[in-house]
């Protein structure tokens, strides 16, 4: 259950991290792919960024629930 928990708390504050700064987060993490983009097309991939942070937070939150309420079920 330890493990669910602190994997779930790195997914949720990446998650967040990505959705509150998605450009900052893809220059982090894509930054060869973004410098390599039309100035166009740069706008779409961190609008793909920042959908992959609600999906990662949201990930993340499934898995706390999991550990936490579904755990009786696992014994």
């Known amino acids: 259950m330890a493990a669910n928990l602190l994997v779930?708390?790195?997914?949720?504050?990446?998650?967040?991290?990505?959705v509150a700064s998605p450009h900052r987060a893809a220059k982090i993490?894509?930054?060869q792919r973004l410098a390599n983009l039309a100035p166009e097309r740069?706008?779409?991939?961190v609008?793909?960024?920042?959908?992959?942070?609600i999906f990662l937070?949201?990930?993340?939150?499934l898995v706390a629930v999991d550990g936490i309420a579904l755990?009786?079920?696992?014994?």
């Not at 755990?71 to 014994?75: F, P, T």
């Open 57 to 61: 937070f949201l990930a993340g939150v």
């Open 8 to 18: 779930s708390t790195i997914a949720m504050i990446l998650g967040t991290f990505v």
């Open 29 to 31: 993490w894509g930054s």
């Open 42 to 45: 740069r706008a779409s991939f």
């Open 47 to 53: 609008r793909w960024y920042r959908a992959f942070g």
């Open 71 to 75: 755990s009786s079920y696992h014994h």
